[in-house]
């Protein structure tokens, strides 16, 4: 059994897969997930798991160089985009449209779907490098 780090084996294999500037999307429950791209879906109930707890998580285990988030977040959920800033602590942050975000999910190795159910808590994590 793995100690430490994320427990979830499918996270766990799509981040041990990345490489430098590969994308990983955390998104709401909302969030349309691209035909063909894989899907790990971890919502159990509206709430559950929560955004912030899934990065949080995430965060931990991987070397994040940028992040793209919605517009539509500094004014539909600030409360949501002010907690991702705090926790990422000054890593690049990029806006686009959420139609620009939803085209961009479409590149992405993976899409982690959370039980989220607040506006535009959604987010691209670019990975970066350990050394």
Known sequence: MKKQGILNSHISEVLSRMGHTDTIVIGD???????????IDLAIKL?????????????????????TLANEIKEFNPNVMS????LTNGIPAQYM?????????????AIIRTGEATPFANIILHAGVIF
Do not use: W, Y
């Open 83 to 86: 907690e991702v800033l705090a």
């Open 29 to 39: 429950c909302g969030l349309p997930i691209p035909d063909g791209t894989i899907r």
């Open 47 to 67: 709430g559950n798991p929560s955004f912030m707890e899934v990065l949080e998580a995430v965060f931990q285990d991987m070397a994040v160089e940028k992040l």
């Open 97 to 109: 449209s959420h139609e620009q975000f939803k085209e961009e999910t479409k590149k992405a190795k």
